[in-house]
């Protein structure tokens, strides 16, 4: 196994920043083409992430430290972000990084022991998960929708990078 809590923490303190870096001063094409109906694009992602930090993965954490497999896990509601007015986008950006700022602290105070790490509780829909395994998912979450709002990003171009597509893995179909 490969989970380490600060190399957990090194990408989720980062990913706050490698979207205010990618995203800032972008016009709005870029940040809300997506690749058809029922799909995001990088905005939404954006909120989606937001809806994340306020509703899954800590309250999830606490729930695991605290009652064990006693209670499972409230669904999360993937789509909830999809039902709010978007606010401009250094708003939510600055939220994004300030929910997740707090969120790491909250994840230092209630990781203490690296014994805690072993504790399980109850996903509605996997059964038992270990306090690790919800970390190391929130870690590669991240990265998930970092991929994500790079592939459909570089969709926009699909049609005008003409013969060099065969070149270009992002354009590729998924595997």
């Not at 920043?17 to 800032?24: A, D, I, R, S």
């Not at 809300?32 to 694009?41: K, M, P």
């Not at 992430?49 to 999830?60: A, C, D, F, V």
């Not at 039902?83 to 929910?99: C, T, V, W």
């Amino acid at each position: 196994m490969n989970f380490s809590m600060e190399e957990a923490i090194e990408v989720l303190e980062r990913t706050p920043k490698v979207l205010e870096t990618l995203f800032t001063g972008l016009s709005d094409a870029w940040l809300t083409c997506n690749e058809g109906e029922g799909t995001w694009n990088a905005s939404q992602v954006l909120d989606h992430l937001i809806e994340g930090e306020k509703s899954n993965w800590i309250p999830r954490l606490d729930m695991i430290l605290s009652g064990g497999e006693g209670k499972p896990f409230p669904e999360f509601d993937r789509f909830a972000h999809l039902n709010h007015a978007a606010a401009p986008l250094s708003d939510r950006l600055s939220e994004f990084k300030k929910l997740r700022g707090d969120n790491i602290l909250k994840l230092q105070q209630l990781v203490q022991h690296e014994s805690q790490l072993e504790c399980t509780g109850m996903h509605p829909a996997f059964g038992s998960v270990k306090a690790s395994e919800l970390i190391a998912t929130w870690v590669v979450h991240d990265m998930t929708h970092l991929s994500q709002i790079v592939r459909v990003m570089a969709g926009r171009y699909r049609e005008d990078v003409g013969p060099w597509i065969a070149f270009l893995s992002v354009l590729q179909p998924h595997r």
